[in-house]
């Protein structure tokens, strides 16, 4: 595939300020058609940001000749339909995380992926930022020693449409995101601690609604062991008071500690016997442009991706384990 030519099935806000521009800032790649259930939503996106075809139906889009690669940006419970629909034309398929909705939609994914030849791509764009592959550095290069421990730190007031009992967020729809904010959240923190410690095999979880806004849960408790024996815990709070907001993953060596952000980007504080510092890192504009353009350069057969599928289906085994899915 020398030209990567994309079909959006899924046209948000959040793909068109945090991951849309990025697909035509790569040299190789271009946006030619847009697709929303809403087609005056598809019509709009399409005319604001210069696309050619736009589409109301997702297999309308999937069969246009012109579309060789479909990016999926819709609510989790239907990617896993997308993507099976896009790799059964033959087309390439990039999915926004989580993967899908439950870890065995996510075996769906793989089989047909296997199936057909077909390759397919998940969205953990913060593999490959820049501040992110510091702290994998840190950690690689022994900078705390050996790691002992592992701590994840998550805590956030409700949202203001939270309170709308009769319009509430697709996101703490069970139905539609696969969990409430855990299943939103969380995977990129579960993804970007498997990137730098390897898989995790054993974990156990707790979770319970404790503000009553909605049915999904909004308190998560757990404690997890990666394959190297590793142990590790976390606590994910979205009913929180304003003064208690975290954001904040530890981790705890035989020679200091490194803590770091998921989601704000503060900077990273590395504790030694020599003190503290802070390392600032900067990342790209459109967050998500690395990790596309290693996508489109693996498609041209220039490169090699390995934010697949495969390994982005071990968040939902660990997510659905949490929350007793599985």
Known sequence: MKEIRWGFIGCGEATEKKSGPAFSLVPGSRVVAVMSRNRDKAKSYAERNGIPHWYDNAMDLVCDPDVNAVYIATPPSSHATYAIMAMKEGKPVYIEKPL??????????????????????????????????????????????????????????????????????WRVQKDIAGGGYFYDLAPHQLDLLQMIFGPITRVHGFCDNRGGLYQTEDTVSACF??????????SWCFAAHESAKTDRIELI??????????????????????????????????????????????????????CDSVSGTAVNWVMDRILRKL
Request: aromatic letters at 10%; proline letters at 6%; one cysteine or more.
């Open 100 to 169: 899908a909705a439950t870890y065995l939609d996510c075996q769906r994914i793989n089989h047909v992926s296997e199936e057909t030849g077909v390759k397919c791509y998940v969205a953990y764009y913060r593999r490959y930022l820049p501040y992110f592959q510091k702290v994998k550095e840190l950690v690689d290069h022994g900078a705390i020693g050996e790691v002992l421990n592992v701590q994840i730190r998550f805590a956030a007031p409700p949202r203001d449409l939270d309170y709308n009992k009769q319009d509430l967020p």
């Open 225 to 234: 062991m990666f394959h190297s024996k590793l142990p590790g815990s976390g």
């Open 253 to 306: 060596g035989t020679k200091g500690q490194i803590c770091f952000s998921v989601f704000t980007y503060e900077p990273i504080a590395l504790h030694t016997l020599s003190g503290r510092e802070e390392i600032h890192v900067e990342n790209p504009q459109h967050v998500q442009l690395p990790l596309i353009k290693n996508i489109v350069e693996e498609l041209q057969g220039i490169n090699s991706c390995t």
